[in-house]
């Protein structure tokens, strides 16, 4: 679907899509719930997150634009849901290591040859 060799694809969308599901994932494991370490960090994730989606769109080549948006968002859906639920009911790195090896399938998926 993408092409990660890419420079383009991977400077302006793998790269801050997955920066910003990284730390929005981190916000579980660290407990980071108030003030303005949680601001910043919740800034910075939707904007990238926001950033790479743009470019995505932006993208004039690609033909399943629609499909990867729709991965993206249901994999993010899945992705915090199942990472916030881990995190309540285990510790933090149980839920970072699911969510880093998620986020590694995701990867794969969206870079998969045709």
Do not use: C, R
Not at 35 to 61: C, D, H, R
Not at 65 to 73: A, T
Request: net charge positive; aromatic share 16%; proline share 4%.
């Amino acid at each position: 679907m993408l092409n990660e060799s890419d420079p383009l694809v991977y400077k302006k969308i793998l790269f801050p899509l997955f920066f910003s599901l990284t730390w929005a994932m981190l916000i579980y494991a660290f407990n980071i719930n108030e003030g303005l370490p949680l601001t910043l960090v919740a800034i910075v994730t939707v904007v990238t997150f926001m950033y790479s989606l743009l470019n995505l769109w932006k993208l004039p080549e690609n033909k399943d634009k629609v499909k990867i948006l729709i991965y993206i968002s249901v994999f993010a859906v899945v992705f915090h849901s199942t990472t916030g639920v881990i995190n309540y009911y285990f510790q933090g790195i149980i839920a970072t290591g699911y969510g880093l090896s998620l986020l590694v399938v995701f990867w794969k998926m969206l870079t998969k040859k045709k």
